[in-house]
């Protein structure tokens, strides 16, 4: 079982920027992927970034060039960075991760909101 907590949502005027923070229980080291996703109101979640625990990322076109996935495996921790945020940026941000022996693990969630 793997616990994820997630930090570092919040209000913030289009075109700021956000760095999210996801702590693990278990070294990241452990956890085949790790990845952010997000979920709006009356929409379906939707991945946003992921990261493999050899570091390769893999982002959704509508954040790329914008958002930055990175692990501090000392810290056990995930971050998403988040610059130029959108109105369309809004939503309830989820940390996940993913074992290939025992499945995915799904974080509290945190809300980011973005004004225009």
């Known amino acids: 079982q793997v616990q994820l907590v997630e930090s570092g949502g919040g209000l913030v005027q289009a075109g700021g920027s956000l760095r999210l923070s996801c702590a693990a229980s278990?070294?990241?080291?452990?956890?085949?992927?790790m990845g952010w996703y997000r979920q709006a109101p009356g929409n379906q979640r939707e991945l946003v970034a992921t990261?493999?625990?050899?570091?390769?990322?893999n982002y959704a076109s509508s954040v790329k060039g914008r958002f930055t996935i990175s692990i501090d495996n000392a810290e056990n921790t995930v971050y998403l960075q988040m610059n130029s945020l959108k109105p369309e940026d809004t939503a309830v941000y989820y940390c996940?991760?993913?074992?290939?022996?025992?499945?995915?693990?799904w974080g509290q969630g945190t809300q980011v909101t973005v004004s225009s």
């Open positions: 990261i493999t625990n050899a570091g390769y990322s």
């Open positions: 996940n991760a993913h074992k290939i022996a025992t499945g995915s693990y």
């Open positions: 278990e070294a990241i080291v452990r956890i085949h992927v």
